[in-house]
């Protein structure tokens, strides 16, 4: 039986000078910085032989796998759903220099369970989805190498699985 590889690879630094917990918001897009990332990152991939690219549908990945998909233009970019930033309560919101929100009565319901966690997406929920989409890209993969571009939960969750 042949092999895949999934390369699991996080956006680049997002532009966000007000400190907001972004999440699934839309219009974050990547700061110079992540754009330089971005660019590292297809300079790296750009030898490696890739056959299948998926990307979260957020603007900061998309931006993200932009110079990898460039370095590969025989490729569509396959946009998944399944490998979007976890949901939160809280997205959208500045936290405070201090974390602040995290003080007020209002938000302490959202923070009971920090093992569910209660402000948001299930762990194990994302664990199921970025399962099925890695094994999906591994499938479209067979015999050579798949990129998968998500966000850091949903990337640790992944990694938890095994």
Known sequence: MESSVVHLVRHGQVHNPDGVLY???????????????????????????LVHLVSS????????????????????????ARVIEAANVFEGRSFGKRNE?????????ALRNPLRP??????????????AALVDAASHAVGGEAL?????????MARSWG
């Open 23 to 49: 999440g699934r918001t839309p219009g974050f897009g990547l700061s110079d910085l992540g754009r330089q990332m971005a660019e590292r990152l297809g300079e790296h991939f750009a030898d490696v032989p």
């Open 57 to 80: 549908p957020l603007q900061r990945a998309q931006e993200t796998i932009a110079p990898i998909a460039a370095a590969h233009p025989d490729l569509e970019v396959h946009i998944d």
């Open 101 to 109: 929100i995290l003080l007020r009565p209002s938000s302490w319901w």
């Open 118 to 131: 209660s402000w948001g997406e299930s762990y194990t929920s994302i664990v199921a989805r970025m399962r």
């Open 148 to 156: 998968v571009l998500s966000h850091e939960l949903p990337i640790w």
